[in-house]
């Protein structure tokens, strides 16, 4: 049967007046409930302890159960644990994303913050800017200035604030203070926990310290010719700006390096006086410079191991009756009866000691290390190669650097006429060994 127009017309009405009921009765409820609904975390930041754990919650509009259709996601792995209940555990320092998701639709999100020391876990506003006072300071050393600064927005939370410096050599941070410990530059940075960082460059002008003296071990030094030792004197204080000194002697018996070190040149007595440049105090050195005929202490053989002049057994003391300055061995190439050699660290050297020519046969020779230096075997290994009645070779080997003194005692008999070189004569020969 053909539809007449009003039939269409009553159609129309029916199903407006079905959709209207569908609506107002099933879809409206639904569509309400989707757009007002309103999930959100109960702040923007949240602070944690490595090790402590937390439960998330969340704000709702709704009022029916949904925790099974509410889900989270991380975006940072290894940071936290974290379970689809909202259980936390913190893992390691760092920072993650938390997202709040409701039927798979994302409501919100939270920032976490994990730090590596004992906070207490909650929620902060965090700082968008850093404002300090000064850009530049300058300090001597010594001085301590506070860090003043100031978080933007205002109510920023200033408990998770670091402050370091790029070099503690120069500039130290204790307590939010600077503190200028040496001459130099260096950059002080304040850091917040998301981020935001301010620098502050620091110069650090070093303090000069005035000397107020200058103080010495041992006062009396005795030397042998040839000998070099170096005067023990201390700067005070100890932490001095200037500890240059000048040491001068009042006469040539001695010679005087500016590193401290003294030379005996000719026997007798001497002053060195040491002077600071800085204030002009000073105090003198007694020097005494002798011969082993004058000193037998010096450099004269121990333990009475030596035949007397006459060939006979005797003590020590009278072992100094035995050298002749008339009589002096020789070194060939290298000087007289006291030289000086520098040697490289396993360099050997062969030295030729010759012995005076109106003397007679080598009788004997005694090695030793002079001036009662007992440690000489550390710096040198010593030998001898041939001998005859002209003279021996003395074979030395360089350890380690450093410097030693080496003595020869050498006892020859005389065929010469009498009165220039007659019995058991005994002399000495010195090398001042330098090992570089």
Known sequence: ??????????????????????????????????????????????????????????????NKDIRKEISYLKNNEGIIELDNSGNI????????????????????????YVVNENVQTSF?????????????????????????????????????????????????????KIVAVDGGNASVTIKSINGITKSI???????????????????????????????????????????EVTLVSNNGNVSVSNTGEITGVTKGDSVVTITTMDGNYSITVNVKVRTAI??????????????????????????????????????????????????????????????????????RWTRRSADGQSNWSSFVNQSFGGADNSGYTWIITALKTGSVTLSQTVQYDSLAPSGTCTGNVKSMVRINVNIR
């Open 1 to 62: 049967m053909k539809k007449s127009l009003f039939d269409y017309f009553m159609y129309i009405i029916i199903f407006f007046v079905l959709g209207t009921v569908i609506y107002f009765f099933l879809i409206k409820d639904i569509l309400k409930e989707s757009n007002d609904i309103s999930l959100s975390f109960p702040g923007d930041n949240l602070v944690i302890g490595v090790g402590n754990s937390y439960q998330l919650n969340y704000l709702s509009n709704i």
């Open 89 to 112: 555990r913190a893992l390691s320092e760092g920072h993650t994303i938390i997202t709040l998701n409701y039927n798979n639709v994302s409501y919100d999100t939270l920032n976490i």
């Open 124 to 176: 902060i506003n965090l700082p968008q800017q850093i404002m300090v006072s000064e850009d530049n300071i300058s300090l001597l050393s010594g001085e301590e200035r506070t860090v003043s600064y100031t978080l933007l927005p205002d109510n920023s939370n200033t408990n998770l604030v670091k402050i370091t410096s790029s070099d503690e050599n120069i500039v130290k941070v204790i307590d939010n």
């Open 201 to 243: 460059m620091v110069n650090v002008t070093k303090k000069e310290v005035k000397v107020q003296g200058i103080s010495i071990v041992d006062n009396n030094i005795n030397l042998g010719v040839g000998e070099t030792k170096k005067i023990d004197y201390v700067i005070n204080p100890v932490d001095a700006t200037n500890k």
């Open 294 to 363: 004058d000193d037998p202490a010096i450099n004269a053989p121990k333990n009475g191991v030596n035949k007397g002049c006459n060939g006979s057994n005797a003590a020590d003391k009278n072992f100094n009756s035995c050298f002749t300055t008339s009589h002096n061995l020789s070194l060939s190439g290298i000087g007289g009866q006291d030289s000086t050699i520098t040697m490289r660290v396993g360099e050997t050297r062969s030295i030729r000691v010759n012995l005076p020519s109106e003397c007679g046969r080598l009788s």
